[in-house]
């Protein structure tokens, strides 16, 4: 055996996060609620941070000190032509500025209190937090996980389209249209097994029975005879058919009880509700969809920041920093604040003209939906959207993510608008949401002694032009809540 050492030169491209960057993309993807209380809590433990005053006007800049906008402050650039560089330049040069030794070792320090103190401060303080949602918990911990940057986007597809309870409805088809990414079966297979890998244990199962496997699998102790009833005698579980499993395993009734009484007490058919006390009670629209006054024919989109508190860098602060008989240490303190104040400012900013510029690419993208109603809403990939935002794909992901627009026809979450689809003979493109509207008009006026069966829908929905397969048509009416014909047949 021969061992030799080698050298080699190998050019390798690797996306690398600045910290700022990092805080942005957080910032974009909190809908409105959250994000007035993350700014509440900024507002808590940096003092350099100030609330304006009641015209909405901050104090002039401090004596000698310019009043045009910091480094940090500048609109981030989209450019993906060019990878960002622009931005992450900054980014570094940032950075470089506020290099690691000049970081305050010191505590935090918080408002000093007296009788004077903001009650609305008091009263934030003493609020308890809001509950995080599945997304959320999941997202925060996707972001810990190293792996490639594709299966990192899929990743995020999959987690923004989970359902409340955590199941994956949603088939690889249409989050390759939403995503813009592979449409690749294995591809998919795996950015779903990383996501399965994520607590709560059962989350992106398919089914009650895929669920319940996948946390078996998150145990530390092996349940053979628990596994086995779940694999192979599932339906007879959920019909109490026990005689039919002791006949086919060997097993007693008391195994059998014993693994049931597991299966309901230690695993969970619904892992995603264990985040958060449960569905919020009103929502909050992050955009504002109306019809413009001057122009009745025109939408109008608004991003409402109303609820936001209006943050500005103290004056006083900025002062103190250009004292030359300032204590070095006090210095670097407030030198961290007011860049970390600056850049927090700045990242709510790019927030809103982002969410703007989504949304009005979505409205402009579904008008004849908005104007018409839900029969003519169109196919619409997240793609789409990125490249005409002029922004990457996973950008338009975060900005969408739990977030819903106020139209004249009602409230919907932003992700509702991207759609898969399929092309009508006559070459016209129509959403799968469209087609779920048909399938279930159709149902809703079959005669209810001799119900339609599939075969049937799909020979009325090829009249209207629309061809699919059976084993669709079935898949939609699943997901739907319709049984078979031969369950919805009256006597």
Same mark, same amino acid.
């Given at each position: !055996?021969?061992?030799?050492?080698?050298?080699?030169?190998?050019?390798?491209?690797?996306? $690398?996060?600045?910290?700022?960057?990092?805080?942005?993309?957080? %910032?974009?993807?909190?809908?409105?609620?959250?994000?007035?209380? $993350?700014?509440?809590?900024?507002?808590?433990?940096?003092?350099?941070?100030?609330?304006?005053?009641?015209?909405?006007?901050?104090?002039?800049?401090?004596?000698?000190?310019? &009043?045009?906008?910091?480094?940090?402050?500048?609109?981030?650039?989209?450019?993906?032509?060019?990878?960002?560089?622009?931005?992450?330049?900054?980014?570094?040069?940032?950075?470089?500025?506020?290099?690691?030794?000049?970081?305050?070792?010191?505590?935090?320090?918080?408002?000093?209190?007296?009788?004077?103190?903001?009650?609305?401060?008091?009263?934030?303080?003493?609020?308890?937090? $809001?509950?995080?949602?599945?997304?959320?918990?999941?997202? /925060?911990?996707?972001?810990?996980?190293?792996?490639?940057?594709?299966? $990192?986007?899929?990743?995020? +597809?999959?987690?923004?389209?989970?359902?409340?309870?955590?199941?994956?409805?949603?088939?690889?088809?249409?989050?390759?249209? =939403?995503?813009?990414?592979?449409? *690749?079966?294995?591809?998919?297979?795996?950015?779903?097994?990383?996501?399965?890998?994520?607590?709560?244990?059962?989350?992106?199962?398919?089914?009650?029975?895929?669920?319940?496997?996948?946390?078996?699998?998150?145990?530390?102790?092996?349940?053979?005879?628990?596994?086995?009833?779940?694999?192979?005698?599932? +339906?007879?579980?959920?019909?109490?058919?026990?005689?039919?499993?002791?006949?086919?395993?060997? /097993?007693?009734?008391?195994?059998?009880?014993?693994?049931?009484?597991?299966?309901?007490?230690?695993?969970?058919? =619904?892992?995603?509700?264990?985040?958060?006390?449960?569905?919020?009670?009103? %929502?909050?629209?992050?955009?504002?969809?109306? /019809?413009?006054?001057?122009?009745?024919?025109?939408?109008? @989109?608004? @991003?409402?920041?109303?609820?936001?508190?209006?943050?500005?860098?103290?004056?006083?602060?900025?002062?103190?920093? !250009?004292?030359?008989?300032?204590?070095?240490?006090?210095?670097? /303190?407030?030198?961290?604040?007011?860049?970390?104040?600056?850049?927090?400012?700045? &990242?709510?900013?790019?927030?809103?003209?982002?969410?703007?510029?989504?949304?009005?690419?979505?409205?402009?993208?579904?008008?004849?939906?908005?104007?018409?109603?839900?029969?003519?809403?169109?196919?619409?990939?997240?793609?789409?959207?990125?490249?005409?935002?002029?922004?990457?794909?996973?950008?338009?992901?975060?900005?969408?993510?739990?977030?819903?627009?106020?139209?004249?026809?009602?409230?919907?979450?932003?992700?509702?608008?991207?759609?898969?689809?399929?092309?009508? *003979?006559?070459?016209?493109?129509?959403?799968?949401?469209?087609?779920?509207?048909?399938?279930?008009?159709?149902?809703?006026?079959?005669?209810?002694?001799?119900?339609?069966?599939?075969?049937?829908?799909?020979?009325?929905?090829?009249?209207?032009?629309?061809?699919?397969?059976?084993?669709?048509?079935?898949?939609?009416?699943?997901?739907?809540?319709?049984?078979?014909? =031969?369950?919805?047949?009256?006597?």
């Amino acid at each position: !055996m021969r061992l030799d050492t080698l050298q080699q030169l190998r050019l390798e491209q690797k996306l $690398r996060l600045a910290p700022r960057m990092i805080q942005s993309m957080e %910032i974009l993807q909190l809908p409105l609620a959250a994000l007035e209380e $993350r700014l509440e809590q900024e507002l808590e433990k940096n003092p350099t941070l100030e609330l304006a005053g009641p015209e909405g006007e901050e104090p002039a800049p401090a004596e000698g000190e310019e &009043a045009g906008p910091a480094e940090g402050e500048r609109d981030l650039v989209i450019d993906a032509k060019n990878d960002n560089q622009e931005d992450f330049g900054r980014l570094d040069d940032i950075e470089q500025a506020m290099a690691p030794e000049d970081y305050s070792d010191q505590p935090r320090v918080s408002r000093a209190r007296g009788d004077d103190e903001d009650p609305k401060m008091q009263a934030i303080a003493n609020t308890a937090a $809001r509950d995080v949602s599945l997304q959320e918990h999941l997202i /925060y911990q996707w972001d810990l996980v190293d792996l490639d940057s594709q299966i $990192r986007l899929a990743g995020e +597809t999959i987690i923004n389209h989970l359902e409340p309870d955590g199941y994956l409805k949603t088939s690889f088809d249409e989050l390759a249209v =939403h995503s813009g990414l592979a449409n *690749d079966p294995a591809f998919w297979q795996k950015a779903l097994a990383q996501v399965r890998n994520l607590e709560p244990a059962g989350v992106g199962a398919r089914d009650a029975r895929e669920c319940l496997l996948l946390q078996l699998d998150a145990l530390d102790e092996d349940r053979p005879i628990e596994r086995e009833l779940i694999e192979k005698f599932f +339906t007879e579980l959920q019909n109490q058919h026990f005689q039919k499993i002791i006949k086919a395993t060997g /097993y007693t009734i008391e195994q059998i009880k014993a693994a049931v009484d597991f299966i309901k007490t230690r695993l969970n058919l =619904h892992p995603g509700l264990s985040i958060g006390s449960g569905p919020v009670g009103f %929502i909050v629209p992050d955009v504002i969809l109306e /019809y413009d006054e001057e122009d009745p024919a025109r939408f109008k @989109v608004t @991003v409402p920041d109303n609820g936001l508190p209006r943050l500005y860098v103290s004056g006083h602060y900025r002062k103190m920093l !250009m004292d030359p008989n300032l204590d070095a240490n006090a210095k670097r /303190y407030i030198r961290e604040k007011i860049q970390a104040a600056r850049w927090i400012i700045d &990242a709510v900013e790019q927030r809103r003209k982002t969410l703007r510029k989504v949304a009005q690419t979505i409205v402009e993208a579904q008008r004849e939906f908005l104007e018409n109603g839900p029969k003519f809403l169109k196919p619409l990939p997240m793609a789409q959207v990125a490249q005409v935002v002029g922004i990457h794909v996973a950008t338009v992901s975060r900005a969408v993510a739990g977030k819903y627009i106020l139209t004249p026809r009602g409230i919907f979450p932003l992700r509702s608008f991207f759609t898969g689809g399929t092309t009508t *003979d006559s070459g016209e493109a129509v959403s799968w949401d469209v087609i779920r509207v048909k399938i279930q008009e159709l149902i809703d006026a079959e005669d209810k002694t001799n119900p339609l069966g599939d075969e049937e829908i799909i020979a009325l929905l090829k009249k209207e032009g629309i061809t699919l397969a059976r084993r669709t048509v079935t898949k939609y009416r699943k997901t739907m809540g319709i049984p078979s014909s =031969h369950k919805r047949r009256e006597k």
